[in-house]
């Protein structure tokens, strides 16, 4: 089966560094995404991995480990505004089905 | 550019009828999916479609339909609506590797 796991909920404060990881078993692997979701409003790409190693984007970045089925989101300067929920995404095949992971919904402290 | 625009964005039904929502893909994006997140999960995907073709369909049961047009845009339906139909359902546009998302229409069934 395809299963995508990762922490339901996390707690970090404004300016320091958060981790949000994700583990994966689907049939096949074609990508992984993180996307995150602000309450009532749709996903926002933020990564898009194929290949293992760490991507950086501004205070974003994401790491990849095919071998191992495992991805992690690093947050760095954390503000408010990145209280939100992250989702990870796998797409297994060559078509758009994107798998999801059920969210983490990251909460930020003052 | 505009981007995938959907709609309505609000919808509200009573359980048997039936529903059709549309979504307008990025223009020059031939592929979308679309995909329906319940409160607290994320996004299950429904269909995709490419060039007019359907390329993936979801385990949902055969009261979902969709089609795509020459424009590529795209509509879902849903007949006999139940009340777990209740949702955010959300279209996705592709033309390279990144996948966008709609805002979404909330449809409510009571």
């Known amino acids: 089966g395809q299963n995508i796991d990762q922490p339901t909920e996390m707690t970090a404060t404004e300016g320091a560094i958060v981790q949000i990881n994700c583990t994966y078993q689907?049939?096949?692997?074609?990508?992984l995404f993180w996307y995150q979701q602000h309450a009532g409003e749709a996903p926002t790409f933020l990564s898009y991995?194929?290949?293992?190693g760490l991507e950086e984007k501004g205070r974003f970045s994401s790491f990849l480990s095919r071998s191992k089925g495992y991805s992690y989101l690093l947050l760095k300067e954390l503000q408010m505004k990145d209280s939100a929920s992250y989702l990870c995404?796998?797409?297994?095949?060559?078509?758009?089905?994107?798998?999801f992971g059920k969210g983490t919904r990251l909460h930020i402290l003052p | 550019d505009a981007g995938v625009t959907q709609s309505p964005t609000h919808l509200i039904k009573t359980r048997g009828q039936q529903v059709t929502l549309r979504c307008s893909p990025i223009?020059?994006?031939?592929?979308v999916s679309w995909y329906q997140q319940v409160l607290g999960q994320g996004p299950q995907f429904i269909f995709q479609?490419?060039?007019?073709?359907?390329?993936g369909r979801g385990n949902f049961p055969d009261r979902f339909s969709a089609r795509q047009f020459p424009n590529y845009s795209s509509e879902l339906n849903v007949n006999a609506l139940l009340l777990g139909d209740s949702a955010l359902y959300l279209c996705?546009?592709?033309?390279?590797?990144?996948?966008?998302f709609g805002q979404g229409t909330r449809l409510t069934v009571v």
């Open positions: 995404a796998v797409r297994a095949d060559r078509d758009d089905k994107i798998i």
């Open positions: 991995n194929v290949l293992d």
């Open positions: 223009s020059g994006h031939k592929s």
């Open positions: 689907t049939s096949g692997f074609n990508g």
């Open positions: 479609y490419y060039e007019k073709e359907e390329r």
């Open positions: 996705a546009s592709r033309g390279g590797t990144e996948a966008f």
